[in-house]
């Protein structure tokens, strides 16, 4: 049975791109998910900088948005990639008991307990669940100038031992929802690389060059736009991408098919300009 | 056998941290998440933003943050030198 959702925003959504809250908010409230903003929440421990610092800080530290989600009779659903690995992959380090266990002679410190009764969801499996003919009736407006390429970004698919929503080879959650929008993804890879977000802070050359090995063949085969679900990858196409190719977020995408206006999304804060 | 390529990548990571080879990136986004809670500042543009858009004020409560606290003082991101 659905319960409802604690809202997982992140860090990155909120703080530098608030832009992409609101077009999912306005999203999630079209389709009728029950959600609230999740109370008490901290950074997930980002994968790539924080929790590689201290793995046992990730564990109790997610462990406890876990435990609050549970206290509070909810799921948690995330709007970013990185957020949705980190918890994702918590949750499932915490079905051993051992593991579990452990985690909880630190929780119970602050008065938390966690039990493994929490289900973790990305925005994409959401709106997958919604379905195609949910997408459909609500879509009113046309979106046929986008010629998309799909980049689901890293963590939304990998490591595939861990995450489910997608294939990671040949992924194509992206282009489904895009269809059932009326727009067309052009380019679909194989095996999607990484867009070099999580080094730009260490090594802003390799992160550069990563950038432009993932984007490289997008234009060529006739993509006028990006589209993916990872905010990390939404900075990299909209501020740090010389060629220049626009992108959008998967919910504003879906918030402009649901006749959102850009106004009220805020599409006016794109550094780059959209068909 | 039986180990991934991650998980020797991680221990390694790890063990540079403890011995304080942490990128100064990674450090201030220590230094900040244990401050605020966050991993990205909450500056005065975040705040207009918001604003504009119609959101919420975006603030970690003090309980939070104590809590947070505690967490890290129990684990090892407690113990390293952040500077």
Same mark, same amino acid.
């Given at each position: 049975?659905?319960?409802?959702?604690?809202?997982?925003?992140?860090?990155? +959504?909120?703080?530098?791109?608030?832009?992409?809250?609101?077009?999912?908010?306005?999203?999630?409230?079209?389709?009728?998910?029950?959600?609230?903003?999740?109370?008490?929440?901290?950074?997930?421990?980002?994968?790539?900088?924080?929790?590689?610092?201290?793995?046992?800080?990730?564990?109790?530290?997610?462990?406890?948005?876990?435990?609050?989600?549970?206290?509070?009779?909810?799921?948690?659903?995330? /709007?970013?990639?990185?957020?949705?690995?980190?918890?994702?992959?918590?949750?499932?380090?915490?079905?051993?008991?051992?593991?579990?266990?452990?985690?909880?002679?630190?929780?119970?410190?602050?008065?938390?307990?966690?039990?493994?009764?929490?289900?973790?969801?990305?925005?994409?499996?959401?709106?997958?669940?919604?379905?195609?003919?949910?997408?459909?009736?609500?879509?009113?407006?046309?979106?046929?100038?986008?010629?998309?390429?799909?980049?689901?970004?890293?963590?939304?698919?990998?490591?595939?031992?861990?995450?489910?929503?997608?294939?990671?080879?040949?992924?194509?959650? /992206?282009?489904?929802?895009?269809?059932?929008?009326?727009?067309?993804?052009?380019?679909?890879?194989?095996?999607?690389?990484?867009?070099?977000?999580? +080094?730009?802070?260490?090594?802003?050359?390799?992160?550069?060059?990563?950038?432009?090995?993932?984007?490289?063949?997008?234009?060529?085969?006739?993509?006028?736009? +990006?589209?993916?679900?990872?905010?990390?990858?939404?900075?990299?196409?909209?501020?740090?991408?010389?060629?220049?190719?626009?992108?959008?977020?998967?919910?504003?995408?879906?918030?402009?098919?649901?006749?959102?206006?850009?106004?009220?999304?805020?599409?006016?804060?794109?550094?780059?300009?959209?068909? | 056998?039986?180990?991934?390529?991650?998980?020797?990548?991680?221990?390694?990571?790890?063990?540079?941290? !403890?011995?304080?080879?942490?990128?100064?990136?990674?450090?201030?986004?220590?230094?900040?998440?244990?401050?605020?809670?966050?991993?990205?500042?909450?500056?005065?543009?975040?705040?207009?933003?918001?604003?504009?858009?119609?959101?919420?004020?975006?603030? !970690?409560?003090?309980?939070?943050?104590?809590?947070?606290?505690?967490? !890290?003082?129990?684990?090892?991101?407690?113990?390293?030198?952040?500077?």
């Amino acid at each position: 049975m659905s319960r409802p959702y604690y809202l997982f925003r992140g860090c990155l +959504i909120p703080t530098r791109l608030p832009f992409l809250e609101r077009s999912s908010l306005y999203v999630l409230d079209k389709l009728g998910i029950e959600y609230e903003l999740m109370q008490g929440a901290t950074c997930c421990v980002e994968p790539i900088g924080l929790r590689s610092l201290a793995e046992d800080t990730w564990l109790v530290v997610t462990a406890r948005m876990l435990a609050l989600a549970e206290k509070a009779g909810r799921d948690i659903l995330s /709007l970013c990639n990185g957020c949705y690995l980190s918890l994702e992959e918590c949750r499932q380090e915490l079905e051993d008991e051992t593991t579990r266990a452990r985690v909880n002679e630190v929780l119970v410190d602050i008065g938390l307990h966690y039990s493994g009764n929490v289900r973790v969801k990305h925005f994409a499996e959401i709106v997958r669940e919604a379905g195609q003919e949910k997408i459909v009736l609500l879509t009113t407006a046309q979106l046929d100038r986008f010629r998309f390429a799909a980049h689901p970004g890293c963590h939304m698919v990998r490591p595939s031992s861990k995450l489910h929503i997608d294939e990671s080879f040949a992924p194509k959650v /992206l282009d489904e929802i895009a269809s059932w929008c009326g727009s067309e993804v052009v380019v679909s890879e194989k095996w999607p690389k990484c867009c070099g977000g999580g +080094i730009a802070g260490v090594d802003e050359k390799v992160s550069t060059r990563m950038l432009e090995d993932a984007t490289s063949s997008f234009r060529p085969r006739g993509a006028n736009c +990006i589209l993916t679900p990872c905010p990390f990858c939404f900075v990299q196409f909209d501020i740090r991408q010389k060629d220049g190719l626009p992108v959008l977020f998967l919910s504003e995408m879906l918030a402009l098919a649901f006749g959102a206006t850009p106004e009220l999304i805020g599409l006016k804060y794109h550094r780059t300009r959209l068909p | 056998m039986g180990v991934e390529p991650s998980e020797i990548l991680t221990f390694l990571r790890g063990a540079a941290a !403890v011995r304080g080879n942490i990128p100064k990136h990674f450090s201030d986004e220590a230094k900040l998440f244990i401050s605020s809670g966050l991993s990205f500042p909450n500056s005065g543009m975040t705040r207009k933003l918001r604003k504009e858009l119609d959101l919420d004020g975006l603030t !970690v409560s003090s309980e939070t943050l104590a809590q947070l606290a505690l967490l !890290v003082k129990r684990t090892r991101l407690g113990e390293l030198e952040l500077e």
